[in-house]
């Protein structure tokens, strides 16, 4: 039996899946600087951000952790949050 490493490997073998992945990876690196420097011009802590979208400190860590670990992928709905508690508007664009 394979384990979870040996078939990670064996997918990142293939060029279309390591090209994937990578892809996936840039966009949620910029998303993430995007989502930073948006909390940065404005002035906020995570705490004084969550505050602002109805939630707690803990849970904006989380969402800035996932997305520069990429383990998970916020809502549509958590970004907006995110970005309006910083004074900005949600802008996204389809290609």
Not at 80 to 93: D, E, F, I
């Amino acid at each position: 039996m394979k384990t979870h490493d040996d078939v990670i490997k064996t997918l990142m073998s293939r060029s279309g899946v390591k090209a994937e992945v990578e892809r996936i990876e840039r966009e949620e690196g910029e998303l993430l600087d995007a989502l930073l420097k948006a909390r940065h011009e404005a002035g906020l802590t995570q705490a004084e951000l969550a505050a602002r979208m109805g939630t707690q400190a803990p849970a904006v860590a989380r969402l800035e952790k996932s997305l520069a670990t990429g383990k998970h992928s916020p809502s549509l709905d958590t970004l907006r949050r995110y970005v309006q508690a910083c004074g900005k508007h949600l802008h996204l664009q389809v290609s």
